[in-house]
């Protein structure tokens, strides 16, 4: 057991660093980008294609690490008034609505990227399931996250002050 979590967490840090490295490439990139059409009027043709790439690549795994962390948007003002029991099912209602959307990531994802791998991107020529594969990744964890969730497993990894006592 203690190795699966080991293994587990090694994974989830290698994709919050890539999402990480993934948004830093994209800051160089565009201010690369910015500067040499400003200064020498000048683009490098892949840049448009690489940076469009990074931010569908950021903001699906960014979905993940959103879902991992229960920065999901809530009504805490209406649900707050209801009773402890009610609001302890509806976390589990969620859950498993979370569950199913990964599901449906995985599954439609991953027919989306099958069926896009027959075109290629102009610029660089990847295939075009590049921009698509991040979808069922994005599932994948997003099923994780929330199976490990419905068995009351902590997934949390970043806990912000006010979560600590601090004002």
């Given at each position: 057991?203690?190795?699966?979590?080991?293994?587990?967490?090694?994974?989830?840090?290698?994709?919050?660093?890539?999402?990480?490295?993934?948004?830093?490439?994209?800051?160089?990139?565009?201010?690369?980008?910015v500067?040499?059409?400003?200064?020498?009027?000048?683009?490098?043709?892949?840049?448009?294609?690489?940076?469009?790439?990074?931010?569908i690549?950021?903001?699906?795994?960014?979905?993940a690490?959103?879902?991992?962390?229960?920065?999901?948007?809530g009504?805490?003002?209406?649900?707050?008034?209801?009773?402890?029991?009610?609001?302890?099912?509806?976390d589990?209602?969620?859950?498993?609505?979370?569950?199913?959307?990964?599901?449906?990531?995985?599954?439609?994802?991953?027919?989306?990227?099958?069926?896009?791998?027959?075109?290629?991107?102009?610029?660089?020529?990847?295939?075009?399931?590049?921009?698509?594969?991040?979808?069922?990744?994005?599932?994948i964890?997003?099923?994780?996250?929330?199976l490990?969730?419905?068995?009351?497993?902590?997934?949390?990894?970043?806990?912000?002050?006010?979560?600590?006592?601090h004002?």
């Amino acid at each position: 057991m203690r190795l699966l979590r080991k293994i587990a967490l090694g994974i989830d840090t290698f994709i919050e660093s890539a999402a990480l490295i993934g948004l830093l490439s994209m800051i160089i990139i565009v201010t690369m980008q910015v500067m040499t059409r400003k200064l020498f009027d000048f683009v490098f043709f892949w840049s448009e294609e690489v940076t469009m790439l990074l931010l569908i690549w950021f903001s699906f795994m960014g979905i993940a690490i959103g879902f991992r962390e229960k920065l999901h948007l809530g009504i805490d003002s209406f649900t707050h008034k209801l009773p402890a029991s009610f609001n302890k099912a509806l976390d589990k209602v969620i859950e498993l609505v979370i569950l199913a959307f990964g599901i449906y990531l995985v599954f439609y994802g991953w027919d989306f990227t099958v069926m896009m791998n027959e075109s290629e991107l102009p610029a660089t020529g990847l295939p075009n399931s590049t921009l698509y594969v991040i979808m069922p990744i994005t599932g994948i964890m997003t099923c994780a996250y929330a199976l490990l969730q419905l068995f009351g497993i902590e997934t949390k990894r970043h806990v912000n002050l006010q979560e600590r006592g601090h004002h």
